[in-house]
C-alpha cells in the first residue's frame, strides 16, 4: 500500500521531516499563550501518530524545550524555526506529535480544522476564516 507523505523544512533547511498525510488528520491553530509566544503570533499545526512522522535530516539539529511539565516543543538549532509539540507526557497525546503547518511544502492539500485556545487568543487580531472555534481544546 503507498501512502502519501506531506513533506516539510525548518527555514534554513538543517532539519527537513516528512509524515503521512492520511494518518495526520488533525489540523489546529492554537492561540494559547505558549504557542503566540513560542511563534510570534499562534501556531497552525497538523498531528498524527509519531509512527508516522520522520525526520529526513538534521535530527541532531533540533533542539527540544520543555515548555510545560508535560509537553516540549521542537526547534531547529540553527535558524530558530518552531517545528514540533510532543506532549510527551500526557496519555492521550505521548503516541502523537504535531509538526508546524508553515513548514510544510505548499500545496499541502488540507486545510485547518479549527482553532483552539480561544479564551487566550491575542487581543490584537480578530478571526473571521469561518474556521470552528474552541475556546479550549
Ligand atoms: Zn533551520
Ligand atoms: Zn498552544
Redesign the pocket.
Known amino acids: 500500500m503507498t501512502s502519501t507523505r506531506i513533506a516539510g523544512r525548518c527555514l534554513c533547511g538543517a532539519v527537513a521531516f516528512s509524515v503521512d498525510a492520511d494518518a495526520f488528520d488533525n489540523r489546529t491553530a492554537?492561540?494559547?499563550?505558549?504557542?503566540?509566544r513560542?511563534s510570534g503570533h499562534?501556531?497552525a499545526s497538523i498531528s498524527g501518530p509519531i509512527d508516522e512522522f520522520k525526520v529526513d535530516t538534521g535530527e541532531d539539529k533540533i533542539k527540544w524545550h520543555q515548555s510545560s511539565e508535560f509537553a516540549k516543543r521542537g526547534f531547529c538549532s540553527e535558524c530558530g524555526s518552531s517545528l514540533f509539540?510532543h506532549g510527551h507526557k500526557l496519555d492521550a497525546y505521548k503516541s502523537r506529535i504535531a509538526v508546524a503547518f508553515g513548514a510544510l511544502d505548499t500545496p499541502t492539500g488540507v486545510t485547518l480544522d479549527q482553532h483552539?485556545?480561544i479564551a487566550?487568543k491575542g487581543d490584537y487580531y480578530e478571526l473571521a476564516d469561518g474556521v470552528p472555534q474552541l475556546d479550549r481544546e
Open positions: 492554537c492561540h494559547c499563550a505558549q504557542c503566540r513560542w499562534y501556531w509539540w483552539i485556545f487566550d
